[in-house]
């Protein structure tokens, strides 16, 4: 999962960008509304983290826009703002859902899982295609039933390559929904983590075309 950061202040924002990504969650951040819409037009983020209080715009100014411009990114905002008022005025406002400062990155982390569920159509947690059954937010996978231990990067990547529905995902854009665009990570990382995966799931796991990119060997059904 790829997630925007909208956060000004620097210690809040670097904690919540190492602690997501210690949850499996590639998170990348930016301080004010002018970052966000700018790197909302140029790239795709899976959701959205917003705090309300940026320093060149109110963060529900900043959603309003968001959604008037027909960005159907799933938003959770996070602020102090801990009235009754302010949590309604924020889900009516189009949050998907909202969490009050101060937080634990757990239930971010679950909340995230569970806002991207719902806009991709699954109401439950697990991810089923042929053999192979996915559960992001516990990190388990099963193979014809039996247990396979994955590392939380392999989880992520058979999750994006599942929500791709059989089509080809270019080894650039899966790259990039894996480590973002400021993760410096060897050349070779993702080919290791394929190579990984294969010798867990079986050779024909992850299908490969050169010009094309990758795809899992199962389809959805």
């Known amino acids: 999962m790829r997630v925007l950061v909208v956060e000004d202040d620097e210690l809040i924002a670097s904690g919540l960008v190492a602690g997501l990504r210690v949850h499996g969650i590639n998170a990348e951040r930016v301080r004010d509304a002018v970052g966000a819409e700018a790197a909302c037009a140029g790239e795709r983020y899976d959701a959205l983290v917003l705090d309300l209080g940026l ?20 938003v959770v905002i996070l602020t102090a703002r801990d009235s009754v008022e302010h ?6 406002g189009g949050a998907d859902d ?77 790259h990039e929904r894996l480590y973002g665009l400021d993760v410096d990570v060897g050349s070779n990382t993702l080919n290791v ?3 990984n995966i294969r010798r867990k799931l079986g050779p024909h796991a992850i299908e490969t075309a050169r010009g094309l990119g990758y ?3 199962w389809r959805p059904t």
Request: hydrophobic share 45%.
């Open 87 to 92: 949590r309604l005025a924020g889900l009516h």
């Open 55 to 74: 320093p060149d715009r109110d963060g529900m100014a900043l959603l309003a826009d968001l959604r008037a411009h027909d960005q159907g990114i799933p």
């Open 98 to 174: 909202y969490l009050v400062k101060p937080f634990d990155l757990r239930e971010l982390a679950a909340r995230l899982h569970a806002v991207v569920r719902r806009v991709r159509g699954r109401a439950v947690q697990a991810i089923e295609v042929g053999p192979l059954r996915l559960e992001p937010e516990s990190g388990q996978a099963w193979l014809v039933g039996d247990p396979v231990a994955l590392s939380r990067r392999e989880i992520d990547l058979l999750v994006h390559l599942a929500d791709a529905q059989g089509r080809w995902i270019s080894p650039q854009t899966l």
């Open 215 to 217: 795809r899992l060997g």
């Open 193 to 195: 983590h394929i190579h």
